[in-house]
């Protein structure tokens, strides 16, 4: 059996890459599961997911304990009991890997990877959610890394299929709730690690910065101490405003804060993360 992960704290389109995959593969005559082996799911995501009709808890639960091959998608990296034997990713990096496929190239979320191009495997209500996927990921085509390309197809899909486009933009700029200062620590939480580097990172859209400014120092508390707890040598916490669609890199050491304004909203993915990479690979050289 193939087991189809997404990563560790899955978002939505981490989620809908894992499920249509799964519905994919299953109708190819293999055997498939998609599974979130998360205790707790993203309360947005699910908010989310749940209006376009797929209901992410169906899929939690513990992986199994025979050894199975395996498949990530929307990361390429992850420890499993089992040999990873295919990865679809859109966040292509330094680092290679000898997985018996591997397919990891830009694009605006991995549910288009899987999708675009390849409409016909796909249900109406599938490519539906992969155009969900793609506006969530690019913050309704505000991130760096949205593609043309994919915001042809996206526009393409709307008018073939009728898609309410109005209601999925606003479901790529929604506002994360941050009512609690832990929110800026566990919203969007990914690990990684590069040549024994621990980092990790999260990101919030807000709808005004300067209004959330109190909730960020509090924030800041947590994220220290987790810092310590996971011996991190780094935390990046990216903020997007919403109100001029801008992004503030807030990023943390054991002993100090980093800073960093931009006019745009940013990529983790494609624009923080890779820099990371650099800069600790370079070092190794």
Not at 165 to 184: A, C
Request: with cysteine.
């Amino acid at each position: 059996m193939y087991i189809i992960l997404g990563h560790e704290n899955p978002d939505v389109d981490s989620i809908v890459s894992g499920v249509l995959l799964e519905r994919y593969l299953t109708r190819q005559g293999k055997e498939a599961r998609f599974m979130i082996p998360d205790r707790k799911v993203d309360e947005e995501s699910v908010s989310i997911c749940l209006s376009f009709g797929l209901d992410p808890r169906k899929y939690q639960g513990e992986l199994p304990k025979e050894k199975n091959e395996y498949i990530l998608v929307d990361h390429h990296e992850r420890n499993v009991p089992g040999q990873v034997v295919a990865v679809f990713d859109h966040h292509p990096t330094l680092q290679s890997y000898s997985y018996p496929f591997y397919r990891n190239e830009k694009a605006s979320s991995t549910a288009c990877l899987l999708v675009k191009e390849n409409e016909s495997a796909y249900t109406k209500d599938e490519i539906e959610l992969a155009v969900l996927a793609s506006m969530m990921d690019t913050v309704s085509f505000h991130s760096s890394k949205t593609l043309d390309e994919d915001v042809n197809w996206v526009q393409d899909m709307c008018r073939k299929y009728k898609f309410d486009f109005k209601k999925l933009y606003q479901m790529g700029i929604s506002i994360t709730d941050v009512s609690s200062p832990k929110s800026f620590l566990t919203h969007g939480l990914k690990h990684y690690e590069f040549d024994g580097h621990k980092i990790a990172s999260s990101y919030v859209s807000l709808s005004s910065l300067t209004e959330k400014e109190g909730d960020i120092i509090l924030g800041s508390s947590y994220i220290q101490e987790y810092m310590k707890e996971k011996n991190l040598e780094e935390f990046i916490m990216i903020v997007h405003d919403m109100s001029c669609f801008t992004s503030t890199i807030f990023t943390y050491y054991p002993n100090r804060v980093i800073i960093q304004g931009c006019d745009y909203i940013v990529s983790r993915g494609k624009d923080v993360i890779p820099c990371v990479e650099g800069k600790i690979l370079s070092k190794k050289r």
